[in-house]
């Protein structure tokens, strides 16, 4: 459970979740009405409740699920449910004690279980409590308190170790859940495969040069191995933590709207459902959001790298040298406020396609984000490699256009005019260096917005608050603090659960996305500069603790959500495994010769050569990726090994509830002696009872001995025979 129980100071009080309830804005009888409704809501299903002072005109509620039959009922109510799924392999034990000492109760299960009591419809057992909306609206979050002893032993852990364990990844998923787990699962691996990368990308950057056909063939079949060991991987882990296949058992939205109510022809139970092909329909809105967004993203972007083309190669006038950061600027500006503004039409395209359950209304989510990512990540050096490489020369003359970004600073006509094609030559350096800037510049920007800049904007509204409350107390006008009536042995934690309620909630889901941009910069761009991996491998280095630092410090302690594997980030995996085994035979292509590539003309180009050598380099890795995923299928692991153990039990348990622990199969017994009186006994019987002819067919041999016997004898006598047909 929350917090060191043992210890004092840095006790959680065994509080499960905290409930805060702000009313700045809501009438005071309305206000005391709706705390009302909510306490009540929370006592109906067996929460214990405590109210304290919270800042800004809010209450902190903390709650509390007493150890006993509810919370075990619970428990074992949702484990029946797995094994029923097929999520568990084996059934849990009939007796709730008995199955609760075998399977302890985890810290991120009973979380789980508490956070299904607040916020599950009351239909399913629960409060029906969902901050932010309709009657709960003065309900702004529900956040577990943090494990402050757990936290500085994991980050002082972490600190001195270089690969995670099975045991590591374990405790993560105890205390914060599976969902978490798998991103640092997935993290870790891929630090540890991008070992061999980096030790290769080394090598290849000293002894082959840059756009090298060999460090183009052995990334792409690096990336096939790693795509597919994970795939496997996740599957191991799955079994390991007990939720293979839970994302089968998915979760209601509390958004979802039906159109009808249908009675169930195989349970008789009432379902709601919304017609597939009505939703079908509107998710064809996809194909024109991802056009729009593309001409959108595309154009803002293509626009920039033009300006960036004109600065850098044809103005040739004062403050160039300052000019050329203008498009950086305007991409640093508006790139982000578009790509807001695509996120929110995507959400709200989410949200009109009317999904019915949790899982997927997220995974439509993160395919149209994907989108917006591959924009604005890949397109600059697409445009760079397959644009201003090959057509250069017919490009730069038409950028005159972009010539008032610098006439106010130019001194001449001269200065601003382009180059005739025959003076123009392009620069083999710019698609490298933008490639370092996207694996090593970004990387660190990235780590410092993402790290750095929390927690200085944290520091600095606190040191702000503190200024204006002192302010407000020296002009007489200061309202009372809101620690002003707690009592002393509670003072401590009261501050910390005040400063975690301000902090922000963690979404998992961000991190990954990270790792996969940074996985496709690797598979589709790493052959211009090899040593992209040894950045990378450095980067999640620090990736991995700093994200447990930002989860301990920077955020809210999350709520822990299981998943059985990273989602349709995988499959996002695959599609830029395919299309960097595309892009880097075109790129070896395109800029052969270390680098120097073409001269800047098409006609040095053949087409049908780089479209045969992207023919050839797909279907061979769809050969690759096909005898890899053979290869890997064969391979055991610890998780499907207890998977088949728990099967064999399951069998076995069964077989001993049917049959007994003895042998099922009837034993088998010496048969009688065969005697001239029993053969007459059997005659004399056989004559005083009519029998059938099957009967006395299956009566002439009594048992398996006679059977021999008779066997035996007409083995002798055929023998006997063909000796005599010999002699």
């Known amino acids: 459970m929350a917090g060191n129980r043992g210890g004092k100071k840095l006790s959680n009080y065994d509080v499960d979740y905290v409930i805060t309830y702000r009313f700045i804005d809501t009438k005071k009888s309305e206000a005391q009405a709706g705390l009302e409704k909510l306490i009540q809501a929370l006592a109906t299903v067996g929460l214990t409740v405590e109210i304290r002072n919270g800042d800004n005109h809010s209450l902190l509620i903390f709650t509390k699920a007493e150890a006993g039959d509810r919370l075990n009922n619970e428990l074992y109510k949702s484990r029946v449910k797995d094994w029923l799924n097929g999520v568990r392999a084996a059934q849990p034990d009939r007796e709730v004690s008995k199955a609760l000492s075998t399977n302890p109760l985890t810290d991120a ?177 996809q194909v024109p959001f991802a056009i729009f967004s593309a001409i959108a993203l595309g154009t803002l972007i293509a626009t920039c790298f033009g300006i960036e083309i004109f600065l850098s190669e044809v103005y040739d006038g004062p403050l160039k040298s300052v000019l050329v950061f203008l498009p950086t600027g305007l991409l640093t500006v508006f790139v982000p406020t578009l790509s ?121 509204f606190h040191k702000y608050q503190e200024m204006k409350t002192e302010r407000a107390a020296k002009q007489g006008g200061a309202a009372p603090a809101a620690s002003f009536n707690d009592p002393p042995e509670e003072t401590e934690f009261l501050a910390r659960v005040r400063s975690e309620a301000e902090l922000d909630v963690y979404d998992v889901t961000g991190d990954l996305r990270e790792m996969v941009v940074q996985f496709g910069y690797l598979t589709l761009f790493s052959v211009v500069w090899p040593l992209a991996p040894v950045s990378f491998i450095l980067n999640n280095w620090i990736e991995l603790r700093s994200d447990a630092v930002k989860i301990c410090i920077e955020m809210q302690r999350p709520t822990p959500y299981r998943a059985d594997s990273i989602g349709p980030w995988i499959d996002n995996l695959s599609f830029l495994t395919w299309l960097g085994s595309i892009t880097s035979a075109a790129l070896v292509y395109l800029f052969s010769n270390d680098g120097l590539g073409p001269d800047g003309t098409p006609a040095t180009i053949k087409g049908w050569a780089l479209l045969l050598t992207i023919f050839f380099s797909e279907h061979i890795y769809l050969f690759v990726r096909y005898a890899i995923r053979i290869a890997i299928s064969k391979l055991d692991a610890p998780g499907v090994q207890k998977e088949r153990g728990e099967r064999y039990m399951v069998r076995k348990r069964y077989l001993e509830e049917a049959f007994g622990k003895e042998n099922a199969m009837t034993p088998l017994s ?33 048992g398996w001995r006679e059977s021999v016997q008779v066997g035996t004898d007409l083995i002798e006598r055929m023998a006997a025979d063909e000796g005599k047909k010999v002699q």
């Open 670 to 702: 010496p048969s009688e002696k065969i005697t001239r009186a029993s053969l007459e006994e059997d005659a004399r019987q056989g004559s005083l009872q009519d029998s059938r002819d099957e009967d006395r067919f299956w009566a002439r041999q009594r």
């Open 109 to 285: 299960e009973r979380f789980r279980l508490v956070h299904h009591l607040i916020t599950s419809a009351k239909s399913e057992g629960g409060a029906g409590i969902t901050p932010k909306t309709g009657e709960w609206k003065n309900v702004e979050s529900v956040f577990p308190l943090h494990d402050h002893t757990f936290n500085k032993q994991w980050i002082s852990k972490w600190s001195r170790q270089t690969f995670l364990t099975t045991e590591d990844l374990d405790e993560i998923r105890d205390r914060l859940g599976e969902k978490i787990a798998f991103y640092f699962a997935f993290t870790q691996s891929y630090f540890a495969f991008l070992i061999f990368p980096a030790a290769f990308g080394f090598s290849a950057w000293v002894l082959l040069g840059h756009f090298s056909s060999i460090y183009a063939v052995v990334s792409t079949l690096w990336s096939v191995i790693f795509v597919e060991y994970w795939k496997k991987q996740e599957v191991d882990l799955a079994i390991r933590w007990g939720v293979k296949g839970v994302s089968a058992i998915q979760e209601k939205r509390k958004d979802f709207k039906h159109e009808k109510e249908i009675t169930d022809p195989v349970t008789g139970e009432t379902i709601q459902v919304f017609p597939s092909t009505k939703r079908l329909t509107r998710q064809l809105l």
């Open 340 to 460: 807001t503004i695509l996120t929110n039409i995507a959400t709200r395209l989410n949200d009109y396609e009317n999904w019915d359950t949790t899982e997927g209304y997220d995974s439509a989510m993160t395919r149209k984000i994907f989108i917006l990512n591959f924009i604005t990540s890949y397109l600059p050096i697409f445009l760079t490699a397959f644009v201003y490489v090959p057509f250069g020369s017919l490009i730069v003359p038409y950028l005159d256009i972009f010539s008032l970004t610098a006439r106010p600073f130019a001194e001449s006509e001269k200065q601003l005019a382009t180059p005739d094609t025959a003076r123009f030559s392009i620069n083999p350096a710019r698609l490298r260096k933008q490639v370092i800037y996207f694996t090593v510049t970004a990387q660190v920007v990235n780590f410092a917005t993402e790290t750095i800049v929390p927690y200085v904007k944290r520091k600095g």
